[in-house]
């Protein structure tokens, strides 16, 4: 892809982080380069999300993702089995190819009961009434865009320590802000993160404030239209040149 790209006069990334990645990488390419930082509409968002108050959202985690092998939400079932986490609830927004394999993953580990299984919503309304009463966003294997939902509502993140195994919108992710990150695919690691994001109240409040901050300046369609308006000005002006 990147030797096909010397054929472009101009290249449009998604996040900066990747802008970073390609000059390190000593590229040749003369052209305009810039990024966009996909986000999302935030309008909604903004009207329907709750101020972040640890005490009312419990011990109840998120997922939101289609239910693909690459979300490994398996490994996050695996973890409400483990001692510390008997007594925490995860929603699960979305459906997907994989399941009905997770449904008896749960049955199978006894934890079916303490799943919320919410659908495929995309009503930001039904979304909403979910997320604002969550304590904690977690996807356990490559995560993308909805991770940016998830900061969006303000809830700090906890996604594994592999930036190169995710998608390009990890690059909101700030390790220790907005979030935590945990051993990919090691099940002790993920106890141990969800175990301690969901009993620090002080942490998790400073990181939701975080959150809301990094999607509110970079990871939003109002920023992202911004950024593609200056970047065509940037190859018609150089074009011009």
């Not at 802008?19 to 810039?34: D, E, I, L, T, Y």
């Not at 996604?159 to 995710?166: F, L, Q, T």
Request: glycine residues 8%; charged residues 25%.
């Amino acid at each position: 892809r990147m030797k096909l790209l010397k054929l472009t006069q101009a290249a449009l990334f998604y996040t900066d982080e990747e802008v970073k990645r390609f000059h390190a990488a000593g590229w040749n390419f003369s052209g305009p380069v810039g990024a966009l930082n996909n986000g999302l509409d935030l309008t909604q968002i903004v009207s329907l999300r709750k101020p972040y108050d640890s005490d009312s959202r419990e011990k109840r985690l998120l997922f939101i993702g289609r239910l693909t092998k690459k979300a490994r939400l398996d490994l996050g079932i695996s973890a409400l089995a483990t001692r510390r986490l008997h007594n925490v609830y995860l929603y699960v927004i979305g459906d997907g190819p994989e399941e009905r394999r997770l449904r008896r993953h749960a049955e199978t580990l006894g934890v079916d009961d303490r799943i919320v299984w919410c659908g495929g919503i995309t009503d930001e309304s039904r979304i909403a009434s979910i997320a604002n009463r969550c304590a904690v966003f977690v996807y356990p294997g490559a995560v993308g865009l909805s991770l940016i939902h998830a900061l969006a509502y303000g809830l700090p993140c906890i996604v594994h320590s592999d930036p190169s195994r995710h998608m390009p919108e990890i690059a909101a992710f700030e390790d220790g802000a907005t979030g935590r990150t945990f051993t990919a695919g090691d099940l002790s690691s993920l106890e141990d993160t969800i175990s301690c994001m969901i009993t620090d109240a002080e942490g998790a409040t400073l990181m939701s404030n975080r959150c809301l901050q990094v999607t509110q300046k970079n990871y939003n369609v109002e920023s992202m239209v911004g950024r593609f308006i200056d970047f065509d000005r940037r190859v018609s002006s150089e074009g011009a040149g």
